[in-house]
């Protein structure tokens, strides 16, 4: 009964530093850790753990009994290595889950076996024979059917349209009762209810989903691959889904499922492998003998940055409150969101997304001077409602106060006025005009003001000169203040942004994802930059998935899940494997609203 | 465009309170306005309205408008807006007239469509190939065809008998009617005058009964038989579109592209075709109109491509929709051709009046106060210009479709149902 | 930029040469030589007063095109231009002719009713967009049907002049309301036009016009905003601005403008100084043309005015050699269809230089949230 886990890794048993690949030098910019002893808590493994350190020899594993084995697989790109000699193998009629972080190299892994693109190196072995994939229809003809994250469904075509597009029975005549029966008949089989005339758009997500399955089952797919696939779900559809996945093995298919919420994969896969960085750091073929807390570990590795303590720089004054924030639904109609998606060539319908919960749901906070509150959680909880609704730019009930003015009805123009600055989240879709020069996108955001107008005129000099001011303070690298921005790099872009919203002197700074996308160098620059504001003084609301970011910056950490602030912790203290199971809804808390003052920490249950 | 796909959403179709209707809304609709009609005609003591001959005519007028509308359905089914449907008819009619000439009024036919599908084939090779915006290729399309049926009547009709720079000389020979036998009198294997029951039912003034006699009788009587082809492509379409593997995968294009693609299926293949398709139904709209008039003449269209457009909005991107609309259009059209047209339109306000009753009275049943309001100030409105006013101009009459249209358009707001697709230009590994 | 100087001239040359390649193909159709044709068309432009005229009939098209460009920068087609100008150039004949004031005030009255009407119609389509979602295409098109008939009706039952019983027209407007031709000030600096050739007195609106569109656009918040919300909708909300009030301010404005498209053939040319059944009605989508052709340019548009003007001018010609006028209307139709293809064959090898550069970036984050690859 041994569980034998093998972890590759280049860490000598005894605790060296471990190397983090390049991309986070930044690191070095935060305290020097040596403070993982402190942690305490889920450092040990688990006894049954074998580290080794070398890694696993290809063909050790005798048994042919598995449907895909992936060795040293290998794939570039321009700048990055996504896969650096990946191993992977799945045995028939298991569900295997492959677990790790975003930019950890699974999503390139799967599409590698799928065929969506080949591998530079390494070999693709299907029932123990080596396989090559130039598209996906040839991986289709093997069995290997892959579920996306995002559906391929068309909404107004019925659940059988959809499942039967390109491989339609019949010849001219579509012979739909072939259809339904083939699918009514894949339905029973394997657990996976659907109305095959009823319309996509109708459907729930879950629904959604199973349609997706029986569109690669249909093909004649034996080995499933499902990237996400409870991304989307309320727990009973996760319930019902794992239940289908069960189902499917039992059937003798494969199933492979990208995921990241630990809890559900120990009590749902039947195998685990672990990927971080591009590599396979861990293949467990028993979860029952790791916690969600190892698996976190290997993740993210055996290393959190613990923040560096730093002097308390928080003041009294309350610069941003927010009480009892509110969305009722998703949008309906034409507003706002809808006309701009409409001007960009896009469809005018609104696109809010139905979900089970409301967007935004009675949510309070308090930002003081000198402080940086920090807002972790996985996309799509609510954060990006949160941060419009305070900017303005979406409706909601409930109150804003900046410098305990209430700004509750006024327009963005008059909140960004009244001393709010905004990094919005996505650069290149809100944040800036990528064809406009460098000094205009200094004026967006600031148009309305008197910095760069008078008398409904642009003052082009004032915009030249701030500008200038932002690149030389902020190291922006460029040529020069005309070129298009779109010639400037993500880090550089970024920079410019928060420099521009910084030198507007803002009360309050709201920061989305400040560093997304963004190279190492630029991000060390824009990490000082937000600790010297708020040294300053600066309020600071930083909404971010870099979980190095909100540890390292912020001096309370709430977590968002399903519109709904869930905790508070401690980022000084918190692990990541309780943030994640926050992150994740794992655990079961009630929401305490989260303005108590600083170093409330959360009892876990 | 944009990262997220954003996809319509169900919400878009609005709530629905109180008390539903059974059965799709459209076939209320539908029994509605025929109760709507005949009552008018009752009260309105005015026959003429629902009589054989308005119904022909009103068919007459509606079909190239339909088939503009057809053709107009297929681009956008298959993903492609189709500004250009007005430019492609005009091609049709240049060729259709000169085809009708030079041989006989099928091959005039058969050259209208070819007309129109050249037409076709710049557009999707601008948009479809090189991603051009589709309304600015449309456009472009719009103004350069009348330069070339122009060009082409000059060198063709100038010069020749009977024609000018402007029109063509007559087409040679007749294209036929036709006439259902049994049902409307019409002759069958020699035997020349068969009963017609549909007729002396429609005679009966009968409320509501003798009216769809009179519609149907309008159908099955001296009816062109380029008409008939045109009932038949519709029929037809029907069946193509929604039960047929080519059909499916058409729509399929211009509904998720990137679904369509990575099933295999071509997502360029199927956009040109559907637009060859829209332009050669947009041309053979054109030969409806040549040989409906018996030859081609400059401006012949008059801006029956942008009804066709029209009648997508309002018939909700489906044939039966398509052709409803187009029917309702060609209804007006129709109306001022015959004897005392200002009494017809005075009765067809009314009409329209009675039909916004059945609305208010749904809305209420709907618990939607905000629609019953609307309408019944619109119906208020209709009510008074049919009490007091003798006459209606015809100009006002030829604005009805534009201004219904726009009704139509600006009620339905989020709720209408085009492809999910249409006018976004697809390229690989969108997420569209 | 390279790119710039690719659009700038290459593009348009580009699709100047497959036009007159379409063209001459149509002349050897006609059963003509090409080299006659444009033998012929050359001839025809080459005077004084060839000029004259082209610049007359640039005049119009120049300011269709800026007023249709205001809604172009923002992805709003104004296709209801058509209808916007000919309902206020009527409206404004017959309002203009039934008053009697001193001249600078009168033609400021005429101009200004014309605005007004062009900015009302344009309401509509803004207001249905702004609030229902409706796309403006279709309700501009179905406007400029409803503005024709409305015409129509206003013309035979209302506006009607009395004293030309045969003929539908409004009264002559009065001396007070024409525009003074330029000859004048030409004549002062020693051009002679030559007898019977008039420069009509609207060009330096028109040039007025130009400018206020280039200042507006470039120097101005509101231009600021307007360019914003075209190049990057949605980064213009997150900015601030209203998508709704850019909406209806930019097509209202855009009908404004376009209400003066028909007040220079109206004040300006002797062969109208009314509106009739001759008033010219296409001038809107010649608008739009130009507008596509210049890339919403200001002088780029002037240039394609001119180009399109001297077309039509050159190919009255062709009759003489026995080639069928058309081919101007073929020629400005491919310039057109060829010009936009070349323009979106550019944007998009600009566009994928673009995205490759940005592609140039490390991914630097750790998270546990998964974003989609």
Redesign the interface.
């Known amino acids: 009964m041994g569980a034998i886990v093998h972890i590759a890794t280049d860490e000598a048993p005894g605790g060296a530093d471990y190397e983090l690949p390049a991309q986070n030098e930044s690191l070095r910019v935060l305290e020097k850790r040596g403070a993982r002893a402190e942690r305490g808590v889920h450092g040990a493994l688990s006894p049954c753990v074998q580290p080794m350190t070398t890694a696993v020899e290809p063909g050790t594993a005798i048994d042919s009994a598995y449907a895909i084995e992936l060795r040293g697989i290998v794939k570039r790109f321009p700048g990055v290595v996504a896969n650096d000699g990946v191993n992977l193998r799945v045995r028939e009629g298991t569900i295997h889950a492959i677990v790790g972080e975003n930019g950890a190299g699974k999503s390139t892994l799967m599409k590698t076996l799928y065929g969506a693109h080949q591998p530079d190196e390494g070999d693709i072995l299907i029932h123990g024979t080596r396989r090559t994939f130039r598209n996906?229809?040839a991986a289709i003809d093997m069995g290997i059917g892959m579920v996306f994250q995002?559906f391929?469904?068309?909404?107004?075509?019925t659940v059988w349209?959809?499942i039967?597009?390109?491989?339609?029975p019949?010849?001219?005549?579509?012979n739909?009762r072939k259809a339904r029966r083939r699918i009514r008949e894949l339905s029973e089989q394997y657990g996976l209810e659907v109305d095959p005339d009823e319309l996509v758009?109708?459907l729930g997500v879950g629904d959604k989903q199973r349609v997706e399955i029986l569109?690669v089952l249909y093909r004649g797919a034996r080995i499933l691959i499902l990237d996400e696939p409870t991304a989307v779900l309320v727990p009973h559809e996760v319930t019902e889904l794992f239940a289908s996945l069960e189902q499917l093995t039992q059937q003798g298919a494969t199933v492979i499922f990208i995921s990241h919420k630990l809890d559900e994969v120990l009590g749902n896969a039947d195998a685990i492998t672990v990927i971080r960085a591009g590599k396979t750091v861990g293949e467990i073929d028993d979860p029952s003998t790791v916690t969600a807390g190892e698996l976190a570990e290997m993740m993210v590795g055996s290393e959190l940055p613990s923040p560096e303590t730093r002097e308390a720089t928080v003041r009294d004054d309350v610069r941003l409150e927010v009480v009892g924030l509110t969305i009722e639904s998703?949008p309906?109609?034409?507003d706002t969101v809808a006309l701009a998606?409409g001007l960009?060539?896009?469809?005018e319908?609104?696109?809010?997304?139905?979900t089970s919960h409301r967007p935004l749901d009675d949510v309070s906070l308090r930002v003081q001077s000198g402080e940086i509150v920090g807002i972790a959680g996985v996309e799509g909880n609510g954060q990006t409602e949160l941060i419009e609704a305070i900017m303005g730019l979406r409706p909601a009930s409930g109150i804003v106060k900046v410098d305990e003015q209430d700004v509750s009805e006024l327009s963005n123009t008059a909140r960004r006025n009244a001393g709010i600055g905004y990094v919005a989240e996505?650069r290149q879709?809100d944040g800036m005009v990528l064809s406009m020069t460098l000094w205009e996108n200094v004026i967006l955001g600031h148009q309305a003001g008197d910095d760069f107008t008078h008398r409904g005129l642009i003052d082009r000099d004032a915009a030249r000169e701030r500008t200038r001011q932002v690149v030389e303070e902020f190291d922006v690298r460029t040529p020069g203040i005309d070129v298009s921005a779109f010639t400037l790099s993500g880090g550089n872009q970024q920079k410019l942004i928060v420099g521009r919203e910084m030198m507007a002197k803002p009360h309050v700074l709201i920061a989305a994802h400040p560093t997304r996308g963004v190279d190492v160098g630029a991000q060390a620059v824009i990490w000082d930059i937000l600790r010297q504001a708020r040294s300053d003084g600066l309020a600071t609301l930083l909404i971010s998935a870099d979980l190095d970011e909100l540890i390292g910056l912020s001096d309370r950490l709430l977590v968002m899940l399903r519109g709904k602030v869930v905790a508070e912790v401690d980022p000084q203290t918190v692990t990541p494997a309780e943030l994640g199971s926050y992150m994740t809804g794992a655990h079961h808390h009630d929401g305490r609203s989260a303005s108590g003052s600083p170093g409330d920490g959360e009892a876990p249950a | 465009?944009?990262?997220?796909?954003?996809?319509?959403?169900?919400?878009?179709r609005e709530e629905r309170r109180g008390l539903r209707l059974p059965g799709p809304i459209a076939l209320w609709v539908v029994a509605a306005a025929s109760v709507a009609i005949s009552l008018a005609r009752e009260i309105s003591n005015n026959d003429d309205l629902t009589s054989a001959n308005t119904f022909g005519v009103a068919i007459r007028t509606a079909a190239p408008i339909a088939l503009a509308g057809l053709g107009g359905l297929y681009a956008e089914r298959s993903g492609t807006i189709n500004?250009g449907l007005e430019g492609m008819m005009i091609m049709g009619t240049v060729f259709a007239g000169w085809w009708a000439w030079e041989y006989n009024p099928w091959m005039g036919v058969l050259g209208g469509v070819i007309g129109g599908a050249l037409g076709g084939l710049?557009h999707a090779f601008?948009t479809v190939t090189?991603?051009?915006?589709h309304?600015?290729?449309g456009?472009?399309?719009?103004?350069?065809?009348?330069?070339?049926a122009?060009?082409m009547a000059?060198?063709l009709f100038e010069g020749e008998s009977g024609g000018s720079?402007t029109n063509s000389p007559g087409a040679s020979g007749e294209i036929g009617v036709f006439t259902m036998p049994v049902l409307s009198g019409g002759p069958l294997l020699g035997w020349k005058d068969t009963p017609d029951p549909l007729g002396s039912l429609a005679d009966r003034q009968w409320f509501l009964v003798s009216d769809i006699a009179s519609l149907l009788k309008a159908l099955t009587t001296e009816l062109r038989l380029d008409l008939v082809l045109v009932i038949v492509l519709f029929v037809a379409s029907v069946y193509v579109l929604w039960?047929?593997?080519?059909?499916?995968?058409l729509?399929?294009a211009g509904?998720?592209p990137?679904?369509?693609d990575?099933?295999?299926?071509s997502v360029v293949f199927y956009r040109y075709v559907g637009m060859l398709i829209s332009g050669g139904l947009a041309g053979m709209a054109g030969s409806v109109l040549v040989i409906g008039a018996n030859r081609y003449s400059q401006g012949q269209t008059g801006?029956r491509g942008?009804l066709g457009?029209?009648t997508l909005?309002v018939g909700n991107w489906r044939p039966a929709g398509v052709a409803a609309g187009a029917g309702l259009f060609g209804f007006f059209d129709g109306i001022t051709q015959r004897i005392d047209p200002g009494q017809l339109i005075l009765a067809a306000i009314l009409a329209a009046a009675i039909l916004l009753a059945f609305g208010i009275v749904y809305s209420v049943m709907q618990l939607r106060p905000g629609p019953a309001l609307l309408m019944a100030i619109g119906g208020a409105v209709l009510l008074w210009v049919y009490l007091t006013i003798d006459d209606i101009?015809s100009?006002?009459v030829?604005?009805a479709p534009?201004?219904v249209?726009?009704i139509v358009?600006?009620s339905r707001?989020?709720a209408s149902?085009p492809?999910?697709?249409a006018g976004?230009p697809w390229r690989k590994g969108s997420?569209n | 930029m390279n790119r710039r100087l690719l659009t700038t001239f290459a593009a348009p040359a580009l699709a100047a040469v497959a036009a007159i390649v379409v063209s001459s193909v149509?002349v050897l159709?006609?059963g003509e030589s090409p080299a006659t044709a444009f033998k012929a068309m050359w001839s025809q432009i080459d005077s004084t007063e060839s000029i004259v005229l082209i610049v007359n009939r640039a005049v119009p098209y120049y300011v269709a095109g800026v007023a249709v460009a205001i809604g172009f920068k923002m992805n709003l087609?104004n296709?209801g231009a058509n209808g916007q100008y000919v309902l206020a150039a009527l409206l404004a004949a017959a309002a203009g002719a039934a008053v009697d004031l001193p001249a600078p005030i009168h033609v400021a009255m005429i101009m200004g009713i014309a605005v007004v009407v062009g900015a009302t119609w344009a309401a509509i389509p803004a207001l249905?967009k702004a609030y229902?979602?409706?796309n403006e295409?279709?309700?501009t098109?179905?406007?400029n049907?409803?503005a024709t008939?409305?015409i129509?009706?206003l013309l035979?039952?209302h506006f009607r002049n009395p004293d030309q019983p045969n003929i539908r027209e409004t009264r002559v407007l009065p001396e007070s309301a024409r525009l003074p031709s330029l000859n004048s000030l030409f004549e002062a600096i020693g051009f002679d036009f030559g007898p019977g050739v008039v420069l009509h007195g609207f060009l330096p609106v028109a040039i007025v016009l130009g400018i206020g569109y280039h200042v507006l656009l470039n120097r101005s918040r509101f231009g600021f905003n307007l360019r914003v919300s075209g190049e990057n909708p949605?980064a213009a909300r997150a900015a601030g601005i209203s998508p709704r009030r850019m909406i209806i301010v930019t097509l209202i404005m855009s009908g404004a403008i376009a209400g003066l498209i028909g007040i220079g053939p109206l004040l300006a040319d002797p062969q109208f100084y009314k509106y009739g059944d001759q008033f010219p009605v296409s001038y809107g989508?010649i608008g739009?043309?130009l507008a596509?052709l210049g890339r919403n340019h200001p002088v780029g548009m002037a240039a394609a005015a001119l180009v399109w003007a001297t077309i039509e001018r050159a190919t009255q010609a062709l009759s003489f050699v026995d080639i069928?006028?058309?081919?101007?209307?073929?020629l400005?139709?491919?310039f057109?269809?060829s010009a936009?293809?070349a323009y979106?064959?550019v944007r998009?090898l600009s566009a994928d230089a673009e995205t490759r550069a940005a592609s140039r970036e490390t991914p630097g984050t750790r998270t546990i949230a998964e974003a989609p690859a």
């Not at chain 2, 039960?243 to 995968?249: A, I, N």
């Open positions: 996906p229809s995002h391929m469904l068309a909404d107004n075509f349209e959809n039967v597009l390109g491989s339609e019949g010849h001219l005549r579509l739909m758009a109708d569109k998703a309906t109609g034409v998606a960009a060539g896009g469809i319908s609104s696109s809010g997304t139905p996505d879709r | 465009m944009s990262a997220t796909a954003t996809v319509p959403v169900q919400d878009a500004i710049v601008a090189f991603g051009v915006n309304i600015v290729s456009f472009a399309i719009n103004i350069l065809a009348p330069g070339v122009r060009f000059n060198l720079v039960r047929t593997r080519f059909g499916l995968r729509r399929s509904e998720r990137s679904a369509a990575s099933l295999g299926v801006g942008f457009l029209a909005v101009r100009e006002f030829f604005m534009f201004v249209t726009l358009v600006a707001g989020q149902r492809p999910a697709q976004i997420q | 149509a159709v006609a087609f296709i249905l229902r979602g409706v295409v279709i309700s098109i179905m406007l049907y409803v008939n409305l129509a009706y035979a039952e949605t989508f739009l043309s596509l069928p006028q058309e081919i101007g209307i073929i400005q139709g491919s057109l269809l936009i293809i979106e064959i998009r």
